[in-house]
């Protein structure tokens, strides 16, 4: 039930944003995120906007996952 | 952006799988790791991760489904507004299939009481605008990433107006049940995969009690199979190195503090109660019930009948839920509890864990019907 989705914001008026995914797109609220920007990836919950997507910390955990594969392990 | 992609490669899925079994092997004993988020619950079955990963490290799912956590007499109460005249019910369909007393939502619906299944608490606010004459009640059940979302709409029908519109609280918080579970000992956990979603809330820094006061190895970590994967890793790690800390692995939204707005809004409306949790009892401070000035918007206050709670004969949900017994434990399991015929709530939603077993793990455990 905690299912979250990251979408694109591709409009904002006030606290009604339009988000989109895949080619389609959804009402979201912007009521929990509001410094959401346009262009900006959102997480929508439950028809509301709960995080920005932050894609240099997205980076970070992806060089932890590439640090782990290249981990030097005896066979 | 999110990476997708290299999180969900099988490549990358297959290496990171050797990766964990190598480090494995330097463990002394078998180790427990529990998630406690539904949605974690349903990934790892899915990706049938518990079969990929060597038998010393075993994957407990907890009680991080808030519809399978959710105690019998809450739906009997939901059941009981739905069959008064001027109420119409709104839930998240999972709620709808939970077994009741004496019934089930759906079985309410179909005996013509009005319940409506919603995507958004929004909905039913939309729903309270347009039947001004009727009181419209949202079953309010979710941990802490849902919970902003009742209380928003909160705030919107207050500052709107809408003065039909209430909530039965049933929302949950993450820390107690936690603390619960280490402090009750009947399972030894050896490490947490934390609720992503539910950290985008309260924050990573939420969790430091688990490190510094119980010293539980714990990771916050996304959905796709990569993420959990390394999740486990660092778990593993945690144990070798002896230092339990919280690892933050899904940063890309969880910070440190978590959404601050979301925070206040849920301070606005509801405060932490005492609460009933299906197998793990009464929990202090582990729901959150409306605060006294939002009464009028209480649906729990609404006069009804209840009956005396009755859980089906034989039903290990509670076990299940406290990671105690796995699903085939449960003499009901896959006989006559199935998602077609569900009797307990763990079987109920996608997200329970006996539905999850159903589908994805019966033929891996050896233990199917």
């Known amino acids: 039930m905690c299912l979250a989705v990251p979408m694109q914001l591709v409009a904002r008026r006030e606290w009604d944003g339009t988000a989109e995914l895949g080619g389609v797109e959804r009402q979201v609220s912007l009521m929990l995120c509001p410094e959401a920007q346009v262009g900006a990836y959102v997480l929508v919950h439950a028809g509301y906007a709960i995080a920005t997507v932050d894609a240099a910390e997205a980076r970070k955990t992806l060089a932890i996952l590439e640090e782990l594969l290249a981990e030097d392990v005896p066979e | ?369």
């Open chain 2, 1 to 369: 952006m999110r990476t997708g992609g290299a999180f969900s490669d099988r490549t990358t899925v297959e290496a990171l799988v050797r990766r964990v079994a190598e480090r494995a092997r330097r463990l002394e004993r078998q180790v427990t790791f529990m998630e406690v988020c539904g949605t974690h619950t349903h990934a790892i079955a899915a990706c049938g991760l518990r079969r990929l990963l060597p038998p010393r490290i075993r994957l407990l799912s907890g009680p991080g489904c808030p519809v399978c956590v959710t105690p019998v007499d809450y739906l009997d109460r939901a059941e009981a507004l739905a069959a008064l005249p001027d109420v119409i019910v709104c839930t998240f369909g999972d709620l709808l299939r939970v077994p009741s007393s004496r019934g089930s939502l759906e079985r309410a619906r179909a005996r013509g009481c009005d319940v409506r299944v919603v995507y958004s608490p929004r909905d039913a606010l939309s729903i309270a605008r347009d039947h001004p004459s009727m009181r419209v009640v949202f079953l309010a059940v979710g941990f802490e990433t849902t919970v902003p979302t009742v209380a928003a709409v909160l705030a919107e029908a207050e500052s709107e107006r809408i003065a039909n519109l209430r909530i039965l609280p049933g929302g949950k918080r993450i820390e107690p049940p936690l603390r619960a579970l280490v402090a009750d000992g009947e399972v030894h956990i050896d490490g947490f995969l934390l609720p992503g979603h539910v950290s985008v809330i309260i924050g990573a820094d939420a969790y430091a009690f688990l490190g510094e006061e119980l010293a539980v190895p714990a990771a916050i970590v996304g959905f796709a199979p990569a993420d959990i994967l390394l999740g486990v890793a660092e778990l593993v790690q945690q144990v070798l190195d002896r230092r339990p800390r919280v690892a933050n692995l899904y940063a890309s939204v969880v910070r440190p503090a978590g959404n601050r707005h979301a925070q206040e809004l849920i301070a606005r409306f509801l405060e932490p109660v005492a609460t009933r949790w299906r197998g793990l009892g009464v929990i202090p401070d582990s729901g959150l019930g409306l605060r006294a000035a939002w009464a009028h918007r209480d649906a729990s206050r609404i006069e009804v009948a209840v009956p005396e709670p009755r859980e089906p004969q034989g039903c290990r949900c509670g076990e299940v839920l406290k990671g105690v017994v796995e699903p085939p434990a449960c003499p009901l399991f896959a006989r006559t509890c199935t998602p077609d015929t569900p009797l307990g709530a763990c079987m109920v939603s996608s997200e329970g864990t006996c539905a999850a077993w159903y589908r994805h793990d019966r033929a891996g455990a050896g233990t199917a019907a």
